[in-house]
C-alpha cells in the first residue's frame, strides 16, 4: 500500500504564492498517477489537479488553471502542486491523492489519500 504525506501549506497574502508537495512511500511506483484535491469549510471535496504515470499528461480544474501547476519527481516519488496568483477562494485544506488504474479526476477514482495540509490566503 502506497503512503502520502503532504507539507508545504501556511498562511499567504493574497496574490502570494505556495508549493505544496506530497511524498509517497511504501509500494511507490512511477506507474501510479497522482493529484491534488481541496476541501474548504462547509465545501465538498474538489478537484485541483493531476499528473499522468510517469509525468505524461497534465489536467487542471478550471478555477486554477495558468495559476497552479502540477509537477512529479519520480527518483523522489514526490508530486508538487506550485500555486501562483493565490486568491481568497483558493483557502481549503489540500490532499495528495493517487490511483493506479486511472487519472485521479475525481473523488471517485482515488485509491489512496493523503492526511491534508491546509493552505489560507488572506484578503
Known amino acids: 500500500q502506497v503512503q502520502l504525506v503532504e507539507s508545504g501549506g501556511g498562511l499567504v497574502q493574497d496574490g502570494g504564492s505556495l508549493r505544496l508537495s506530497c511524498a509517497a512511500s511504501g509500494r511507490t511506483s512511477s506507474s501510479y498517477a497522482m493529484g491534488w484535491f481541496r476541501q474548504a469549510p462547509g465545501k465538498e471535496r474538489e478537484f485541483v489537479a493531476a499528473i499522468g504515470w510517469s509525468g505524461g499528461g497534465t489536467y487542471y480544474a478550471d478555477s486554477v488553471k495558468g495559476r497552479f501547476t502540477i509537477s512529479r519527481d519520480n527518483a523522489k516519488n514526490t508530486v508538487y502542486l506550485q500555486m501562483n496568483s493565490l486568491k481568497s477562494e483558493d483557502t481549503a485544506v489540500y490532499y495528495c491523492?493517487?490511483?493506479?488504474?486511472?487519472?485521479?479526476?475525481?473523488?471517485?477514482?482515488?485509491?489512496?489519500w493523503g492526511q491534508g495540509t491546509l493552505v489560507t490566503v488572506s484578503s
Open positions: 491523492a493517487t490511483s493506479r488504474g486511472r487519472i485521479p479526476s475525481a473523488v471517485r477514482y482515488v485509491e489512496v
